[in-house]
């Protein structure tokens, strides 16, 4: 049982570091960079499967079992040293060469500690004699837990010591390999794990501890953090505070002058929000000249739910125009402990009774409850945080789409509202404009015959605030629109019936989702209203335009520059470092020796070839598609991950029983069926049970993934006994070209989703 427990346990701790690196990589660059971990965790497995190729373990048993528990040990001290340069290293996002130099280290670095776990599971699949459909089961078991298990560790420590502990697991499996009368060696093992774990976790006790010192390309100064706090999907750092000029995020040109004390919050080092004391009404005041807060001086009274309550900016100008009851919904747990405990006295919200404050995500929350809100906002909700899905994945991606704002829209009473307030920059609409596209076609899906009489766009500086209402406006509700961008000198982007901006004026003119479609076919950026299939707001770009905007102002097109260029230049880096380390040594035995003929090797290609890249894509495909209708990041990673992976494992374990070898041409329909039914599956699902629990969305979830996972884990072990039987020295060959289709597949989802 040793190499069966040996291998679940590293296999575990794999994992658990790959979801681990996610986090950290998302905190120390760019979400966009978050798919990095995965590709260059696929590097290393592969990696580790060239060098036994190219370099076989001995044969005698007690011998391979002290192999297996050197590399062990390797993985967990490689792991302390790459968390420490990868806090250490900057990635410059620069034209210069440097960036492809530096994402080559940063790749190396990041794919050293899977280097050995790859060498540990290569040497268990195709040099153990032991069945390889348990084998293989026993490697998916362990990564399906180190799934769950790294959740919970990013949900307990911060991310830093989470790593440490996933390397100190590494120790446990040594320990595990170890033939039973290498009782030293086993105690020196202990020994080992727990003086890591120790480490681990005394590294959690402080901000000068083990941290990333570069953050997002400056330096992050532990002596300017007053708290910090991590989960699995951000990390929140609150700075001491600031007597200063109120923070708005479109401030009018007629705020009066004023200064309050401030906290500012950011996420992942990039994304801020400002906390502010509130020690009377008066304090309120200088919230009522934000032009997000244009919709409340619409329709005076009613209720009010805020879509992302961050540091309670927006709960607090609800506050100030004396609206109730007042609903807040935060995805991010941190913020509303930080509101209702460190902050509490601050803040002034947690003790007003008519404010309730729920953590979850906003629109899973509204789709189970049938609230009637007659203001519905939404401002600047943009963390640029990677969940588990890889990059272009954001954790409120499903907040801009179709079918989230349809929601929205149902959720409003008939005299309700729907504000959403972005960037704006009158040169570039970018923001804007698409904004004004999804409101346009989220009112003509709902039967509203003439959008633009419900729709205005305020703006002031960078900001604009869109106005949805359910109802036509009236003319007094215009007449107060102009009156109040007047007094306090907005600029209006669009007004019914009013002279406006010719682009935005076509897309609220549309009178069909057709007209809508024709009308910004032609605009140099993708104005598409988003939908769940294909829910990428922030990415606009289209490749036929892409030189127009190459010397663009900074802002979201200049930002989708650096994320695409920077995509590009991080899949050639993980390209030179394929060829360096997988196909270069591979070149130097072409053909596996002692085969039956080139046909043999070729069909051993094609098939593991396909494989890798059928099973990473559609594993992919599955977790950004579902990750959506499950709603929240932690579930979507933990369920999905963990299901896909154990539901291969079933089917490994199932290889074993099922007359397969001669059967792969059926095997490869029905998974081409399960693939295909998924997809319509799943978008049927989505629509169906909108308004179901979240225990319901699950158990769907579960039966929607299993049935395809099952098949799909029955290719690898099918295909290494096969190649087993035919030339059992050359198995871990195959398998290295399955990782490597595995490391460029990961990096080509992202361009292609």
Known sequence: MGIYSGLFILSGAALALEVAMV????????????????????????????????????????????????????????????????????????????????????????????????????????????????????????????????????????????????????????????????????????????????????????????????????????????????????????????????????????????????????????????????????????????????????????????????????????????????????????????????????????????????????????????????????????????????????????LYTMEAWSLFFRRLSDNGLFTVARFFNPRDLSETARVMSLATAVLLEHGIASPADHLAMVTSGPVSALVLSKRAFSEDEIRALYDNAGRLQYGLAYVPNGENDPLLEAIARSRSLEELHAVIADEPLNLTPPTDNNPYFFNMLRLRHLTRFLDTDPGIVRGNLVATGTLVVLTAALGLLTIALILGPLWLRTRPAGTDGPGLVGAGVLYFVAVGAGFMFVELAMIQRLSVFLGHPIYAMGVLLATIIAAAGVGSLLSERLPLDRRLPLLSVVAAVLAVAFAFAADAVAVSMEEASLAARIAVTVALVVPPGIVMGMFVPVGLRLTRDAHRGETPWYWALNGVVSVLCSALAVPWA
């Open 23 to 398: 986090r950290l990589l998302s905190v120390t660059t760019w979400y966009y960079l978050a798919f990095f971990a995965i590709s260059t965790a696929m590097l290393g497995l592969t990696c580790g499967a060239v060098y036994v190729y190219l370099y076989p373990p001995p044969a005698q048993p007690d011998r391979l079992r002290r192999t297996l528990a050197r590399s062990s040990a390797a993985f967990a001290g490689s792991v302390v040293v790459s968390l420490i340069l990868l806090c250490l290293l900057p990635l410059p996002l620069t034209r210069s060469v440097m960036t492809l130099l530096a994402a080559i280290i940063t790749g190396l670095v990041a794919s050293a500690p899977f280097f050995f776990a790859g060498i540990v599971i290569t040497i268990v699949l195709t040099r153990v004699p032991l069945p390889v459909g348990r084998l293989y089961a026993a490697d998916l078991a362990g990564a399906a837990a180190g799934c769950v298990a790294g959740l919970a560790a990013l949900e307990t420590v911060d991310t830093p010591s989470a790593i440490l502990l996933c390397g100190s697991v590494g120790l446990v499996a040594a320990v595990a390999f170890l033939p039973a009368g290498d009782r030293r060696a086993r105690l020196a093992a202990l020994a080992g794990f727990a003086a890591l774990a120790l480490v681990g976790f005394a590294n959690t006790t402080s901000v000068f501890a083990i941290r990333p010192l570069v953050v997002k390309g400056g330096v992050d100064r532990p002596e300017r953090i007053l708290i910090e706090r991590w989960n699995s999907y951000s990390r929140v750092v609150v700075e001491p505070p600031v007597v200063a000029a109120p923070q708005l995020w479109g401030p009018s040109p007629v705020l009066p002058p004023y200064e309050i004390e401030q906290y500012d919050m950011k996420i992942d080092g990039a994304a801020g929000t400002m906390l502010r004391r509130i020690s009377s009404p008066a304090d309120l005041e200088h919230l009522k000249y934000d032009v997000a807060n244009i919709a409340y001086f619409l329709r005076s009274s009613g209720s009010v739910c805020i879509i992302g309550v961050g540091a309670g900016r927006d709960v607090q100008s609800a506050l100030a125009f004396g609206r109730a009851p007042i609903l807040g919904v935060e995805l991010n747990p941190v913020f509303v402990d930080l509101l209702t405990k460190d902050f509490r006295d601050v803040a002034g919200i947690a003790d007003r009774p008519e404010v309730t404050l729920v953590v979850d995500e906003a629109r899973t929350y509204l789709a189970r409850n049938r609230v009637s809100c007659d203001l519905l906002q939404m401002s600047m909700i943009d963390t640029w945080a990677a969940t588990g899905a890889g990059a272009f994945s954001l954790s409120e991606n499903g």
